[in-house]
Nanobody
Framework: QVQLGESGGGLVQAGGSLRLSCVAS????????MGWFRQDPGKEREFVAA????????HYADSVKGRFTISRDIAKSTLYLQMNSLKPDDTAVYYC?????????????????WGQGTQVAVSS
């Protein structure tokens, strides 16, 4: 059974950077698209970025486009989210997730496996 585990969250000042990692243990995850989502307390989980199964195609939410970069290392079964120029509005718990599909999707319901989340806090 595949499990996902995020790391790399923390507290950073506005304008700073963080890199989140998500390691998949168990059966390989290389044949599925992967995504990052985030959630504030009392709000719905929102799409941040996604990458297709080969890593050759990516898509970002408008709010993070140009600042965040999603990537994957198939050999290491690891998904990354490089976050630059962080803003206080980026504060949330960030989750990595495995899609049911090989192509990029943005809907939470299209993802069937989730990590436990990692907290990102950006101070002004």
């Amino acid at each position: 059974q595949v499990q996902l585990g995020e790391s790399g969250g923390g507290l950073v000042q506005a304008g700073g950077s963080l890199r989140l990692s998500c390691v998949a243990s168990g059966r390989t995850f290389s044949t599925y698209a992967m995504g990052w989502f985030r959630q504030d307390p009392g709000k719905e989980r929102e799409f941040v970025a996604a990458i297709n199964w080969t890593g050759g195609s990516t898509h970002y939410a408008d709010s993070v486009k140009g600042r965040f970069t999603i990537s994957r290392d198939i050999a290491k079964s690891t998904l990354y989210l490089q976050m630059n120029s962080l803003k206080p509005d980026d504060t949330a718990v960030y989750y990595c997730a495995k899609s049911r599909y090989i192509s990029i999707t943005y809907n939470v319901k299209d993802y069937d496996l989730w990590g436990q989340g990692t907290q990102v806090a950006v101070s002004s």
